[in-house]
């Protein structure tokens, strides 16, 4: 079995990759892991914890040779919106949740969860399972910035905001556009209530 140990990063081009291993987004999350590359070879992950792999990473092996990852088909609820309001309010809410979620044109992706796919059908967007690779934004859950770890030369400081919101979002909770309910704490909502 080969052991991989570290993460690679490119400083210039990319090396000859020995294999592609390709693992779902919760294997992507562990540190301690075996598994196969495609073309069938035994390898062993003994990486440090708390940083999620992305698709497209590369990482070391203890012979020297180069690894890529990638994301690899599972099972996920893809949520299509038809306009951009709409896609903004399910965004707004299933960020609320702190839950790994992938966005596209007009359309999100996340986990099968039945509370989740009812909260975007009750905001009208139309939900499916599907087999597709899942890549959630990786600001909250990624623990590092970037495919392979590397800086873009973009500015850092949206980390921070995109922490402020969560902090912010988390005192609130979410109702759909019709409820009722006794209030006796703060609500975000763009609609009136009546006491």
Same mark, same amino acid.
């Not at 592609?20 to 919760?26: A, F, G, K, R």
């Not at 306009?83 to 309010?89: D, L, S, T, V, Y």
């Not at 909260?119 to 600001?139: D, K, M, Q, W």
């Not at 919101?165 to 609500?187: I, N």
């Given at each position: 079995?080969?052991?991989?140990?570290?993460?690679? %990063?490119?400083?210039?081009?990319?090396?000859?990759?020995?294999? /592609?291993?390709?693992?779902?987004?919760?294997?992507?999350?562990?540190?301690?892991?075996?598994?196969?590359?495609?073309?069938?070879?035994? %390898?062993?992950?003994?990486?440090?914890?708390?940083?999620? =792999?992305?698709?497209?990473?590369?990482?070391?092996?203890?012979?020297?040779?180069?690894?890529?990852?990638?994301?690899?088909?599972?099972? /996920?609820?893809?949520?299509?919106?038809?306009?951009?309001?709409?896609?903004?309010?399910?965004?707004?809410?299933?960020?609320?949740?702190?839950? #790994?979620?992938?966005?596209?044109?007009?359309? %999100?992706?996340?986990? #099968?969860?039945? %509370?989740?796919?009812? =909260?975007?059908?009750?905001?009208?967007?139309? /939900?499916?399972?599907?087999?597709? #690779?899942?890549? #959630?934004?990786?600001?909250?859950?990624?623990?590092?910035?970037?495919?392979?770890?590397?800086?873009?030369?973009?500015?850092?400081? +949206?980390?921070?905001?995109?922490?402020?919101?969560?902090? =912010?979002?988390?005192?609130? +909770?979410?109702?759909?556009?019709?409820?009722?309910?006794?209030?006796?704490?703060?609500?975000?909502?763009?609609?009136?209530?009546?006491?």
């Amino acid at each position: 079995m080969i052991r991989i140990t570290e993460r690679y %990063v490119a400083e210039t081009q990319t090396p000859p990759i020995a294999g /592609v291993i390709s693992l779902t987004y919760d294997e992507r999350k562990r540190g301690r892991l075996r598994a196969r590359t495609q073309s069938g070879e035994e %390898v062993g992950l003994f990486l440090e914890r708390g940083k999620t =792999l992305l698709d497209g990473d590369l990482l070391a092996a203890e012979n020297g040779d180069i690894y890529a990852i990638s994301a690899a088909p599972e099972t /996920v609820a893809t949520a299509q919106a038809s306009e951009a309001r709409q896609f903004a309010q399910i965004c707004y809410h299933l960020g609320n949740r702190h839950t #790994p979620l992938q966005i596209g044109e007009l359309w %999100v992706r996340f986990q #099968p969860d039945h %509370v989740l796919e009812d =909260l975007c059908r009750l905001y009208g967007l139309e /939900v499916i399972h599907e087999s597709a #690779p899942f890549n #959630p934004e990786n600001g909250a859950y990624g623990g590092h910035s970037g495919h392979g770890g590397h800086h873009h030369g973009h500015d850092q400081s +949206h980390d921070q905001s995109r922490h402020d919101a969560r902090e =912010l979002s988390a005192r609130y +909770h979410f109702h759909g556009p019709d409820h009722e309910h006794p209030h006796g704490h703060v609500h975000l909502h763009s609609h009136p209530h009546e006491h």
